[in-house]
C-alpha cells in the first residue's frame, strides 16, 4: 500500500524557519522524482519543489532561494527546509511521487503569522 505521511509543519512566526518531511512506503523511493505542493485555503494545489531521483531540483518562483528540497533514499524519506517564511507561505503542505499517486497523504499545516 503506498502512503505519504508529512509531517514537521506548525506555527512560525515571519522570517522563522520550518522542515518538513515526507515519510513514504509502498513504493521503491528511489527510483521516483518526488514533489512537494500546497494547498492555501480556498486555492487548487499548486507546485512548491522537485527533486529528480538522481537529486536534481527545481522550485516554483515563489519559493526559490528560501526553500530546499532533499531525500534520504535509504530512510525513503523527502523533505523541505523551509526559511525567511512568509505569511503567504501559510499552507496545508503534502508530497507525492511522480507520476502522481491518486491517494494523496493528510498534509502538514505551516502557519506564518505574527
Known amino acids: 500500500q503506498v502512503q505519504f505521511v508529512e509531517s514537521g509543519g506548525g506555527l512560525v512566526q515571519p522570517g522563522g524557519s520550518l522542515r518538513l518531511s515526507c515519510a513514504t512506503s509502498?513504493?521503491?523511493?528511489?527510483?521516483?522524482?518526488m514533489d512537494w505542493y500546497r494547498q492555501a485555503p480556498g486555492n487548487q494545489r499548486e507546485f512548491v519543489a522537485h527533486?529528480?531521483?538522481?537529486?536534481?531540483?527545481n522550485y516554483a518562483g515563489s519559493v526559490k532561494g528560501r526553500f530546499t528540497i532533499s531525500r534520504d533514499n535509504a530512510k525513503t524519506t523527502l523533505y523541505l527546509q523551509m526559511n525567511s517564511l512568509k505569511p503567504e507561505d501559510t499552507a496545508v503542505y503534502y508530497c507525492?511521487?511522480?507520476?502522481?499517486?491518486?491517494?494523496w497523504g493528510r498534509g502538514t499545516q505551516v502557519t506564518v503569522s505574527s
Open positions: 509502498g513504493i521503491i523511493f528511489g527510483l521516483y522524482a
Open positions: 507525492n511521487r511522480v507520476p502522481a499517486w491518486a491517494s
Open positions: 527533486i529528480a531521483s538522481d537529486g536534481r531540483t
